[in-house]
């Protein structure tokens, strides 16, 4: 049996633009199964990012379903689309996201502070070790080259251990040696927490170290 933990059915995403009503991403049917890492790859304002936050339930379609880890997230309001993120999606981007003014560690630490874990400390320690980032701990933010920032954000994406984690661009803002090690930590990843990757990239060489290759184009799948 397979254990699928992402299945999109017939997803459409319409918007309201000046030109009128926009499909931006067009009856989009891919399945997830458990341990098996999937990439989306298509040039850029293919619908890439758009189809990711509909995946991962930051935003609704305009038609189709959604089941995220046996849950059909589509009908779901945002409060329980946000506890299911909180407790079993992790998140990176092309651009960190890292609160500049905090440290590595505080960086990790700070989903698990809002939440009230009593263990953040030490959580986010050991989230720390799996990137091989513990001697940059006390580093802030800004004092960290791009691989070392993605690697904090990799680590407080895992530091609640997701079961399923979207990268969008994770690589696009590095220079090729940087990327190189941190797609090699991400495909990693499924064996060190048991993580499954939803990879997004128009990096068709990144892209292909997945078994499943999606490819967008104009908001379809070819
Ligand atoms: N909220 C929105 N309103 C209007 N157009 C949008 C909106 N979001 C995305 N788009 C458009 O949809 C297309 C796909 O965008 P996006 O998903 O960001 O593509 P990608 O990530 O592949 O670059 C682009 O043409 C973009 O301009
Ligand atoms: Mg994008």
Same mark, same amino acid.
């Given at each position: 049996?397979?254990?699928? !933990?992402?299945?999109?059915? +017939? !997803?459409? =995403?319409?918007?309201?633009?000046?030109e009128g009503l926009l499909t931006i991403v067009k009856d989009i049917n891919l399945t997830v199964e458990q341990g098996k890492p999937i990439s989306?790859? /298509?040039?850029?304002?293919?619908?890439?990012?758009?189809?990711l936050a509909i995946m991962a339930g930051l935003d609704l379609p305009t038609f189709g379903t959604v089941n995220l880890l046996g849950s059909e997230i589509t009908s @779901?309001?945002?409060?329980?689309?946000?506890? !299911?993120?909180?407790?079993?999606? /992790?998140?990176?981007f092309q651009s960190f996201h890292l609160m500049p003014? @905090?440290?590595?560690?505080?960086?990790?630490? @700070?989903? @698990?502070e809002i939440s009230g874990d009593p263990y953040s400390m030490d959580k986010a320690q050991e989230a720390l070790k799996k990137v091989g980032l513990s001697k940059?701990? =006390?580093h802030f933010a800004t004092q960290l080259s791009g691989g070392e920032k993605q690697r904090v954000a990799i680590a407080r994406s895992i530091? +609640? =251990?997701p079961k399923i984690l979207f990268a969008d661009e994770p690589t696009g803002n590095l220079d090729k040696k940087s990327s190189d090690s941190i797609s090699d930590l991400l495909f990693s990843l499924n064996e060190i !927490?048991?993580?499954?990757?939803?990879?997004?990239?128009h990096d068709l060489f990144l892209a292909e170290k997945c078994k499943e290759v999606y490819e967008l184009s104009?908001?379809?799948i070819l």
């Open positions: 049996m397979k254990n699928l !933990i992402l299945e999109v059915k +017939n !997803i459409t =995403k319409e918007v309201n633009s000046p989306l790859v /298509g040039p850029s304002g293919s619908g890439k990012t758009t189809l @779901l309001d945002e409060d329980k689309r946000a506890q !299911i993120r909180g407790q079993d999606v /992790g998140f990176v003014r @905090l440290t590595a560690l505080d960086n990790v630490m @700070l989903p @698990l940059r701990a =006390k530091v +609640n =251990k !927490i048991q993580t499954t990757l939803v990879l997004v990239t104009e908001g379809q």
